[in-house]
């Protein structure tokens, strides 16, 4: 099994910053993927950034230059560092890990419970 704990999120002015954690633990052998998603309301959820264990990222053409995703292996932590945060940033967030399990080497994805980010203008 597998839990995930995700906190950082809150109200902040446009132009502000946010950082949001999500940490894993459990039965976890490793973790060769992290993500951060966000769902507004009314849409559908979408990838924002993703790293790989090895530190390879990718982003969503809209927070390129904005956000940062980073990871702590030791920790099996993934960070998501938001700045010049816009109205249209508000969403919930979630932290999505692909992982392998310690007993059955099986991979599997798995969804933090979100955290939600709002930006006002």
């Known amino acids: 099994q597998v839990q995930l704990v995700e906190s950082g999120g809150g109200l902040v002015q446009a132009g502000g910053s946010l950082r949001l954690s999500c940490a894993a633990s459990g039965s976890i052998f490793s973790i060769p993927a992290m993500s951060w998603y966000r769902q507004a309301p009314g849409k559908q959820r979408e990838l924002v950034a993703h790293i790989t264990r090895g530190g390879n990222t990718n982003y969503v053409d809209s927070v390129k230059g904005r956000f940062t995703i980073s990871r702590d292996n030791a920790k099996k932590t993934v960070y998501l560092q938001m700045n010049s945060l816009k109205p249209e940033d508000t969403a919930v967030y979630y932290c999505?890990?692909?992982?392998?399990?310690?007993?059955?080497?099986?991979?599997?994805?798995?969804w933090g419970q979100g955290t939600q980010v709002t930006v006002s203008s």
């Open positions: 999505k890990i692909r992982w392998i399990s310690i007993t059955s080497l099986k991979e599997s994805d798995y």
